[in-house]
């Protein structure tokens, strides 16, 4: 170590204790550090960048267009379709960005950078959790583009600004959810091919069986009952209560539903990451 | 405080297959230890339960005096890792991915560009710091690795197969990098089934098989474990030459070769070629080519496990 005096000094000052300020201090170094690089390689995506962002809007445009005509207001209460639609827009691209936000975690893994990661002294949940602060800041840009978009189209929303805060509350909480639970598939999977299969399986039933298109008062009896199962229906509900109706209790009650959806995803994901981390075979 | 990388008893099972039976390796401060095998002998499990990546199934390794099992974070403070397959890193350009790892080695952050470039520069991939990652050789990517692994001045580096897939400049490269760092005191494992790396660059070599340490030692140690040097002499009379020579104190065993040539076994070739020469004078023997070769660690591998290592890499 003669040529490194200064990397005792160092070692001795990246030794905190847990829980001690200094330990934190790491923890938001290492997820920022993460988080840098998930933004580079966005950045540098730069067709998937525009696609990506687009997206929501082209389809509250064309979709909310189209199908605006065809759908009575009495069923989904309310003669706003775009207004309507604008909930499950919002879900839908969550559930999307869910998807790809889980491939850099299963690419890490097959190309074998995790092991690299793994074999740092960096906490265990960096790599989750950076993930999480970089999605719920992409999300929310692209809420505010297809809000933005809505708004242009007429669409008024009934709490106000306020409102809008509350919704990319329940949006970051949904992305939690939805980031934990493909995370955890990524990990869980053998290989990247059975990952899509299923991913691709699940996402659009997950949000069929949402209130995303029709209100929950309009579907079957047991669709309804999978439906309440769904976390996706609370965002839902959460957001087009906001927009549509304004400020209600039930609100309240969907974010806890939420919150309790993405803890549970979120023990699900370190789960996987840890018997991914703890035990591969190898070479 | 003794051995730096520790192991006892060391066993790693998957399903039911066994892949590290019972190792035993000590690796003292400064040396540069090879674990030298073929594929599938365990060097890579090994290596991953060393960095903490795979939990063993019995036995106990300590790296700098830290249980892999219940201290894994600082045995991770201590470690430089090299991995064998390089790693992916994406759109990044390579000072972006020194960077990052500096950060998450908490190199503190007004240091982190510095630091970076220090280390790039020790690898010499300055000049293509900010290209990106995509466009590197195999031979940079792996420089860049290294230059990852050394950021935070590890006590011990870790390098599995650092040769592997590397042209030979830039492996020369390598080799040149790994003898800096030792001569900072720095100790180092390296898995290879390359003999003539193991013979260069260790200290010490374990050589492995079927996920044992089968015998350990110098280079030189290993290989005259094996015995004679051999004194290769052609002469026109070998019959005489073999006559003159059989009671010397220095021949251990002769065998005549088929094209006039004699093999001479010795203890020391260093003694016996002089003393072939000084007996030809003597006896007016003219000879021809007077050579010796010394055994190779392929002949220490053949001789502790009855296989040519060289063949065992080419049947896998």
Same mark, same amino acid.
């Given at each position: 170590?003669? +040529?490194?005096?200064?990397?005792?000094?160092?070692?001795?000052?990246?030794?905190?204790?847990?829980?001690?300020?200094?330990?934190?201090?790491?923890?938001?170094?290492?997820?920022?550090?993460?988080?840098?690089?998930?933004?580079?390689?966005?950045?540098?995506?730069?067709?998937?960048?525009?696609?990506?962002?687009?997206?929501?809007?082209?389809?509250?445009? @064309?979709?909310?267009?189209?199908?605006?005509?065809?759908?009575?207001?009495?069923?989904?209460?309310?003669?706003?379709?775009?207004?309507?639609?604008?909930?499950?827009?919002?879900?839908?691209?969550?559930?999307?960005?869910?998807?790809?936000?889980?491939?850099?975690?299963?690419?890490?893994?097959?190309?074998?950078?995790?092991?690299?990661?793994?074999?740092?002294?960096?906490?265990?949940?960096?790599?989750?959790?950076?993930?999480?602060? @970089?999605?719920?800041?992409?999300?929310?840009?692209?809420?505010?583009?297809?809000?933005?978009?809505?708004?242009?189209?007429?669409?008024?929303?009934?709490?106000? /600004?306020?409102?809008?805060? *509350?919704?990319?509350?329940?949006?970051?909480?949904?992305?939690?959810? *939805?980031?934990?639970?493909?995370?955890?598939?990524?990990?869980?999977?053998?290989?990247?091919?059975?990952?899509?299969?299923?991913?691709? @399986?699940?996402?659009?039933?997950?949000?069929?069986?949402?209130?995303?298109?029709?209100?929950?008062?309009?579907?079957?009896?047991?669709?309804?009952?999978?439906?309440?199962?769904?976390?996706?229906?609370?965002?839902?509900?959460?957001?087009?209560?906001?927009?549509?109706?304004?400020? %209600?209790?039930?609100?309240?009650?969907?974010?806890?539903?939420?919150?309790?959806?993405?803890?549970?995803?979120?023990?699900?994901? *370190?789960?996987?990451?840890?018997?991914?981390?703890?035990?591969?075979?190898?070479? | 405080?003794?051995?730096?990388?520790?192991?006892?008893?060391?066993?790693?099972?998957?399903?039911?297959?066994?892949?590290?039976?019972?190792?035993?390796?000590?690796? =003292?401060?400064?040396?540069?230890?090879?674990?030298?095998?073929?594929?599938?002998?365990?060097?890579?499990?090994?290596?991953?339960?060393?960095?903490?990546?795979?939990?063993?199934?019995?036995?106990?390794?300590?790296?700098?005096? @830290?249980?892999?099992?219940?201290?894994?974070?600082?045995?991770?403070?201590?470690?430089?890792?090299?991995?064998?397959?390089?790693?992916?890193?994406?759109?990044?350009?390579?000072?972006?991915?020194?960077?990052?790892?500096?950060?998450?080695?908490?190199?503190?952050?007004?240091?982190?560009?510095?630091?970076?470039?220090?280390?790039?520069?020790?690898?010499?991939?300055?000049?293509?710091?900010?290209?990106?990652?995509?466009?590197? +050789?195999?031979?940079?990517?792996?420089?860049?690795?290294?230059?990852?692994?050394?950021?935070?001045?590890? =006590?011990?580096?870790?390098?599995? =197969?650092?040769?592997?897939?590397?042209?030979?400049?830039?492996?020369?490269?390598?080799?040149?990098?790994?003898?800096?760092?030792?001569?900072?005191?720095?100790?180092?494992?390296?898995?290879?089934?390359?003999?003539?790396?193991?013979?260069?660059?260790?200290?010490?070599?374990?050589?492995?098989?079927?996920?044992?340490?089968?015998?350990?030692?110098?280079? %030189?140690?290993?290989?005259?474990?094996?015995?004679? #040097?051999?004194?290769?002499?052609?002469?026109?009379? /070998?019959?005489?030459?073999?006559?003159?020579?059989?009671?010397?104190?220095?021949?251990?065993?002769?065998?005549?070769? #088929?094209?006039?040539?004699?093999?001479?076994?010795?203890?020391?070739?260093?003694?016996?070629?002089?003393?072939?020469?000084?007996?030809?004078?003597?006896?007016?023997?003219?000879?021809?080519?007077?050579?010796?070769?010394?055994?190779?660690?392929?002949?220490?591998?053949?001789?502790?496990?009855?296989?040519?290592?060289?063949?065992?890499?080419?049947?896998?």
């Amino acid at each position: 170590m003669t +040529s490194h005096p200064s990397a005792v000094q160092e070692r001795a000052a990246a030794h905190p204790g847990r829980g001690s300020a200094a330990a934190r201090g790491h923890w938001a170094q290492e997820v920022m550090a993460l988080a840098r690089r998930w933004w580079i390689e966005l950045l540098r995506e730069r067709l998937n960048l525009v696609l990506s962002i687009a997206q929501p809007a082209i389809w509250l445009v @064309f979709f909310g267009a189209g199908v605006e005509r065809a759908i009575d207001a009495e069923v989904i209460g309310t003669d706003d379709y775009v207004g309507f639609m604008l909930a499950g827009i919002v879900t839908f691209t969550i559930v999307g960005n869910g998807i790809s936000g889980a491939m850099p975690l299963l690419w890490d893994k097959e190309t074998g950078y995790l092991d690299r990661l793994m074999s740092m002294p960096i906490a265990r949940s960096t790599v989750i959790v950076s993930r999480f602060v @970089f999605q719920v800041a992409q999300q929310s840009a692209q809420i505010l583009l297809v809000v933005l978009v809505a708004l242009l189209l007429g669409v008024r929303i009934a709490a106000g /600004p306020l409102g809008l805060l *509350v919704i990319l509350v329940a949006a970051a909480l949904l992305t939690m959810s *939805v980031t934990a639970a493909f995370s955890a598939l990524a990990y869980a999977v053998p290989q990247h091919g059975t990952f899509f299969a299923i991913a691709g @399986f699940v996402s659009l039933p997950l949000l069929f069986m949402s209130n995303a298109f029709v209100p929950l008062d309009a579907m079957p009896g047991w669709m309804a009952v999978v439906a309440r199962l769904n976390p996706l229906t609370y965002a839902i509900e959460a957001m087009r209560t906001l927009v549509i109706r304004g400020w %209600a209790a039930s609100v309240l009650w969907s974010l806890v539903v939420l919150a309790v959806a993405a803890a549970v995803c979120l023990a699900a994901g *370190v789960q996987q990451f840890r018997r991914q981390t703890g035990e591969r075979v190898q070479g | 405080m003794g051995a730096v990388i520790e192991t006892i008893g060391l066993r790693k099972v998957f399903g039911g297959h066994v892949a590290v039976e019972g190792l035993d390796l000590a690796v =003292e401060r400064g040396q540069v230890v090879g674990l030298l095998g073929p594929n599938g002998a365990g060097k890579t499990t090994t290596i991953r339960m060393l960095t903490t990546l795979l939990a063993p199934s019995a036995g106990a390794a300590r790296v700098c005096g @830290f249980d892999v099992s219940t201290h894994p974070d600082e045995v991770r403070r201590r470690i430089g890792y090299v991995m064998q397959t390089v790693a992916y890193r994406g759109l990044l350009t390579g000072r972006e991915c020194v960077e990052i790892e500096a950060s998450l080695y908490h190199v503190p952050r007004r240091e982190v560009r510095r630091r970076a470039a220090e280390a790039l520069d020790g690898v010499g991939m300055l000049p293509h710091a900010d290209r990106r990652w995509t466009t590197y +050789s195999g031979g940079m990517k792996k420089r860049l690795d290294l230059a990852c692994g050394l950021l935070h001045a590890p =006590e011990v580096l870790v390098l599995d =197969e650092p040769s592997l897939g590397l042209d030979v400049q830039s492996r020369h490269g390598v080799w040149e990098y790994v003898r800096d760092r030792c001569a900072g005191g720095a100790t180092i494992l390296l898995a290879t089934n390359y003999l003539d790396e193991a013979d260069r660059l260790c200290d010490r070599v374990a050589i492995i098989d079927h996920g044992r340490v089968v015998v350990e030692g110098s280079p %030189a140690e290993l290989k005259r474990s094996v015995g004679a #040097d051999v004194v290769q002499v052609t002469c026109g009379e /070998p019959a005489r030459l073999q006559r003159a020579i059989a009671g010397e104190g220095w021949v251990r065993d002769i065998v005549a070769g #088929d094209s006039g040539g004699l093999h001479v076994y010795v203890e020391d070739a260093a003694v016996a070629l002089p003393a072939v020469m000084r007996v030809g004078l003597e006896q007016g023997i003219e000879l021809g080519r007077v050579t010796y070769s010394q055994p190779s660690l392929d002949d220490v591998f053949l001789l502790h496990t009855g296989r040519e290592l060289r063949e065992v890499e080419v049947a896998s």
